[in-house]
């Protein structure tokens, strides 16, 4: 009987059967992989299987008669590294197999693109992927403008200056800008010493990881993108002065009053709901074996993307329609309804209420020309 998998239970000491000897071994061009039991270091037993096809076969059965997977076993890890000379772009491809302790199985498929331009300087050289890395290089040394300038803000006045939230979503913007900057040069230190590839036109059983790489350039692509939505969403700042705008900023401003205690009873319940559906249908229904997927099911189904009437079939009738029939009146019902109120009586008091004093902590900043 083995116990489920995590860090304190991961065997480290050699093994094998029919001569065969298998060593633990790192990695350190991987990255962690989350899957649907358990999340899994880049490190482990590994093996590297011929490109022949033949080849290829016989080490399977090798494997087999090594007794390479046993009831031990709670993932396999099947990583490989496609080119397309049509796109110039990397896929790094893992195919995941776990293995619960009460004997499920399941599959999971995870592909990260990688373009050249996210580790070389200029990419193929192209004109565009040129005018790319210097529009990168313009936007940092702006970026490092604006720090010097904020922190100019922030000595002359003091904690006054975090009392506007417009500041905060400054630093926000800036900090992830310079996050991504730092994983791109990361990544194009990295790349340039592994050299791709070119190991393996001597060697074929040569294999480089490119999981790293592509990971952190799916991050850089990731803060870009929240970057996009906070540089918009504070062009609102230079809207405010029209009538109906500055109108709609005080309701929102307003509605925070009573929206953050919201949010904190929507939190308490929300992990309440999250934590009974783990307990309960975990062992049965596999989006719901940890807490964290747990967490994004009944997330997912507030905002109605899936049914939970997955639950109802696959466990007791009476138990999974007590739970469903909570979280519904609870948090969708209740909950949904009591967020459209609190923006009503934003509205309300902002359109109606003449003897407002004004929110201390939205600053009213001059237009200047």
């Known amino acids: 009987c083995y116990p489920p998998f995590g860090s304190g239970s991961e065997d480290t000491a050699d093994f094998g059967r029919g001569g065969a000897t298998y060593r633990y071994s790192s990695d350190s061009m991987g990255t962690s992989f989350t899957g649907m039991y358990s999340t899994y270091s880049p490190n482990g037993y590994m093996h590297l299987f011929p490109t022949n096809a033949s080849d290829a076969l016989v080490s399977m059965a090798d494997l087999r008669r090594g007794r390479f997977l046993d009831t031990a076993t709670r993932a396999v890890f099947l990583e490989f590294n496609i080119w397309s000379s049509n796109v110039?772009?990397?896929a790094s491809v893992v195919v995941a197999a776990e293995f619960g302790p009460t004997g499920t199985v399941q599959q999971q498929v995870s592909v990260m693109t990688l373009s050249q331009?996210?580790?070389i300087p200029g990419g193929l050289g192209s004109g565009a992927d040129w005018i790319a890395f210097i529009g990168v290089l313009?936007?940092?040394a702006f970026n490092v403008y604006f720090i010097f300038e904020e922190m100019q803000e922030i000595w002359v006045e003091r904690l006054r200056y975090f009392l506007d939230g417009w500041n905060i979503l400054d630093w926000v913007n800036m900090i992830l800008l310079m996050v991504?900057?730092?994983?791109r040069i990361i990544n194009f230190v990295e790349a340039g010493t592994a050299n791709i590839?070119?190991?393996a036109l001597g060697n074929n059983m040569n294999f480089n990881n490119l999981r790293g790489i592509a990971y952190r350039a799916h991050m850089v692509n990731l803060f870009h993108a929240v970057n996009g939505a906070l540089l918009w969403g504070k062009a609102v700042k230079y809207l405010r002065f029209l009538p109906v705008v500055k109108e709609i900023v005080h309701v929102?401003?307003?509605?925070f009053d009573l929206f953050l205690p919201f949010v904190c009873m929507?939190?308490?319940a929300f992990i309440g709901f999250a934590m009974a559906y783990n307990i309960g249908f975990g062992d049965k229904i596999a989006e719901l074996a940890t807490f964290y997927n747990a967490a994004v099911y009944l997330g997912r189904a507030f905002l109605r993307d899936i049914r939970l009437m997955t639950v109802y079939d696959l466990a007791t009738p009476v138990f999974a329609a007590t739970l469903i029939l909570l979280y519904y009146v609870t948090l969708i019902l209740v909950g949904a309804s009591f967020l459209f109120a609190i923006?009503?009586?934003a509205l309300f008091q902002a359109k109606f209420k003449t003897d407002e004093q004004p929110n201390p902590y939205h600053k009213e900043e001059p237009c200047e020309e």
């Open 343 to 345: 923006i009503a009586d």
């Open 266 to 268: 929507f939190a308490v």
């Open 180 to 183: 991504a900057f730092v994983l």
């Open 252 to 255: 929102v401003w307003k509605a």
């Open 197 to 199: 590839g070119g190991r």
């Open 117 to 119: 331009g996210a580790m």
């Open 88 to 90: 110039a772009t990397y």
């Open 138 to 140: 313009l936007v940092v």
